[in-house]
């Protein structure tokens, strides 16, 4: 997905540890997920904590920096099946938890998307049924609703009764895209392990809801949401 200033901070930091983690010669992967205030001080002090105890820490269990307290930095360490690594090597990396900026996450999406569509020279059809995957631990079905669908817009009228509907600001709704991509597939984690199974949500394009049993019968779908839908935060 579309990098916000704040992932890009992350990003640096991260890219350090991998660098430092070169100098603490086990040969295991590490998972790591940050919090959202982790900073360059944080880093190497969690460098130092894991220079010193590495060698008495559990593998496959979730540990956190500081061990007491507010955990600045979770992380899990796994040794390979079959691959050799001459040091610490970072396997997976992502947040904490996500904090949201109004509207940011649903703009990153449609970013996102913006840029995968430029793989796809042809229009969906019955013969070629063409879907955008995401790995969307980060984001909850409302963001990636809006950033397909449309913003969510509520109605209140006098006499007391309301109803909602959507804007035409969604990615589906631009001419460009609609006839291209059949649907969204949303990829989220069901595990923390490093190689983890996803549940998978799908985001169909209204023009292709004929295709849905189509698309079922090749991958198996969780959950399918339509423009109709109104999901919520988790």
Not at 159 to 182: L, V, Y
């Amino acid at each position: 997905m579309s990098d916000s200033e704040r992932e890009n901070k992350q990003s640096k930091l991260i890219d350090s540890i991998k660098r430092s983690f070169e100098k603490i010669t086990v040969g295991k992967f590490v998972s790591l997920s940050l919090s959202e205030d982790f900073n360059a001080d944080d880093a190497n002090l969690f460098l130092s904590f894991l220079s010193e105890s590495i060698e008495s820490l559990p593998d496959n269990t979730d540990l956190q920096f500081p061990p007491q307290g507010s955990p600045k930095i979770v992380f899990a360490l796994y040794p390979p099946n079959k691959i050799e690594l001459q040091y610490l090597t970072v396997g997976t990396s992502g947040n904490l938890e996500w904090i949201e900026t109004t509207g940011e996450a649903q703009q990153q999406v449609k970013n996102s998307l913006s840029k995968a569509i430029g793989a796809f020279l042809w229009n969906s059809d019955e013969k070629n049924i063409n879907i955008i995957a995401m790995e969307a631990d980060r984001y909850d079905d409302i963001d990636i609703s809006q950033a397909v669908f449309g913003t969510e817009k509520f109605l209140f009228y006098k006499n007391g009764s309301n109803a909602w509907t959507r804007d035409d600001d969604g990615f589906f709704n631009n001419p460009d895209h609609s006839p291209k991509i059949c649907a969204v597939l949303a990829l989220r984690r069901t595990s923390q392990t490093l190689i983890s199974r996803y549940k998978k949500t799908l985001f169909i394009n209204e023009r292709f809801l004929k295709m849905v049993d189509q698309v079922k019968s090749v991958i198996d779908i969780d959950q399918i949401l339509t423009m109709k839908d109104l999901p919520t935060k988790e």
